[in-house]
């Protein structure tokens, strides 16, 4: 089974300017994630999807992101315009169910996509 | 707030040297602790998930062991290519998201 992919795996970007980061869950899997690691800090939680619903966007820093998912298949995150502390690692994780609290359920991470704001 | 710290930062071993990794958490009415790993470059990696104090769970050199107030992840005779690092996170809200610890560098040398 393909894993999750993210899309591009490196970006570098001047301040002002916008960029698209992509993600493809698991075939099947109607919980999408989007996690973000800035330099020297956690993996940070940003937004939960359900199919195409946003179920929990309370992680997201402020309204210069925009995540949408779609047809509740693949999941773009757009920043605009972009600012130096947008600088990190952000990544998509995917689930077949809803609940961490459940044995049943893990997160599969993709590989990331890393972005520089110059 | 939710809260997860591992200790230490960073870990070097030698070849064969066990060791012992710690995530502790301040999380009101802790409902499972997920530990991954990550190689440089990847995304984390799920290697265990524990519900309930005095739970265990082992997977090669690895074994996970969870307390009331902590989780310890075990290398035992660890090899190169267990240099990774180490992640623990604990299900928060409405259980829908995991807050993660800062993460154990381990470096393990031949």
């Known amino acids: 089974e393909a894993g999750v992919t993210q899309f591009p795996s490196h970006s570098v970007i001047e301040k002002g300017q916008t960029v698209t980061l992509r993600c493809d869950p698991i075939s099947g899997h109607d919980n999408l994630y989007w996690y973000r690691r800035v330099m020297g800090k956690e993996i940070k939680f940003l937004l939960h999807f359900v199919k195409e619903s946003k179920q929990d966007e309370s992680g997201m820093p402020n309204n210069r992101f925009l995540a949408e998912r779609t047809g509740g298949t693949y999941s773009t995150l757009k920043v605009q315009p972009a600012e130096l502390e947008d600088s990190g690692v952000y990544f998509c994780a995917s689930s077949s169910g809803l609940s961490l609290f459940s044995g049943a359920n893990v997160l599969t991470f993709g590989a990331g996509s890393r972005l520089t704001v110059l | 707030e939710d809260q997860v710290t591992q200790s230490p930062e960073a870990l070097r071993l030698q070849e064969g040297e066990s060791s012992s990794l710690n995530c502790s958490y301040t999380v009101s009415g802790l409902r499972g602790l997920f530990w991954y790993r990550q190689d440089p470059g990847k995304g984390p990696e799920f290697l265990f998930t524990?519900?309930?104090a005095g739970e265990e769970k082992e997977k090669e050199r690895l074994k996970a062991t969870l307390t009331k107030k902590e989780s310890f992840l075990h290398i035992t005779a660890p090899k190169p290519e267990d240099s990774a690092t180490y992640l623990c996170a604990s299900p928060s809200g409405a259980g829908n998201k995991l807050t993660f610890g800062g993460g154990t560098r381990v470096l393990v040398k031949p």
């Open positions: 524990l519900y309930s």
